[in-house]
T-cell receptor, first 112, second 112 residues
Framework: GNSVTQMEGPVTLSEEAFLTINCTYT??????LFWYVQYPGEGLQLLLK?????DKGSNKGFEATYRKETTSFHLEKGSVQVSDSAVYFC???????????FGSGTRLLVRP | DGGITQSPKYLFRKEGQNVTLSCEQN?????MYWYRQDPGQGLRLIYY???????QKGDIAEGYSVSREKKESFPLTVTSAQKNPTAFYLC???????????FGPGTRLTVL
């Protein structure tokens, strides 16, 4: 079945460091891919998305490119801030069953 | 402001009691969803609804029930049959089943 695998956290970085959070997926067909962010005690916020191969989603300095050849959708940011500390979820949209399939989440901690 | 509201933010329940979680959206979305989140894990789908008066079981529907009498509202009842109900519950909505999902702030349920 379809699945999403994320790198385990926590990821701890200093402010202004470069961020990569790895996400790979298994899916039939051509799913849409998403990154959501969850701040402590809150719901999920859509960070960015890509709907077809080679699409790049971007928002608030974060980027991710839909790579079909490597079945990946890695999240990157050039310079993280303390306020980026949160849990990041990679997800795919299973068009056959219309549900989101989530990875287990990666906690990011940015230190001043 | 358009968005999704969930109430209450925190809910405490005694064992053997049913409890209902509220979810309301003013985004004019047709589809609504309920997810459960356990610590350190991704989200799992409980129920979803494509349209008023229609809903389908997700992956973990046992011990839960829903209704969809109005487009704006999709309440979730956690029944006494749910063996481990303590969790964070998230409601989401989308224009249609295959569209991007947007999440509410969540309700944290604790069974005492």
């Amino acid at each position: 079945g379809n699945s999403v695998t994320q790198m385990e956290g926590p990821v701890t970085l200093s402010e202004e460091a470069f961020l990569t959070i790895n996400c790979t997926y298994t899916a039939t067909g051509y799913p849409s891919l998403f990154w959501y962010v969850q701040y402590p005690g809150e719901g999920l916020q859509l960070l960015l998305k890509a709907t077809k191969a080679d699409d790049k989603g971007s928002n608030k300095g974060f980027e991710a490119t839909y790579r079909k050849e490597t079945t990946s959708f890695h999240l990157e940011k050039g310079s993280v801030q303390v306020s980026d500390s949160a849990v990041y979820f990679c997800a795919l949209s299973d068009k056959s069953s219309y549900k989101l399939i989530f990875g287990s989440g990666t906690r990011l901690l940015v230190r001043p | 402001d358009g968005g999704i509201t969930q109430s209450p933010k925190y809910l405490f329940r005694k064992e053997g009691q049913n409890v209902t979680l509220s979810c309301e959206q003013n985004l004019n979305h047709d589809a609504m969803y309920w997810y459960r989140q356990d610590p350190g894990q991704g989200l799992r789908l409980i129920y979803y609804s494509q349209i008023v008066n229609d809903f389908q079981k997700g992956d973990i529907a046992e011990g839960y029930s829903v209704s969809r009498e109005k487009k704006e509202s999709f309440p979730l009842t956690v029944t006494s049959a749910q063996k481990n109900p303590t969790a964070f519950y998230l409601c989401a909505s989308s224009m249609g089943l295959a569209d991007t999902q947007y999440f509410g702030p969540g309700t944290r349920l604790t069974v005492l």
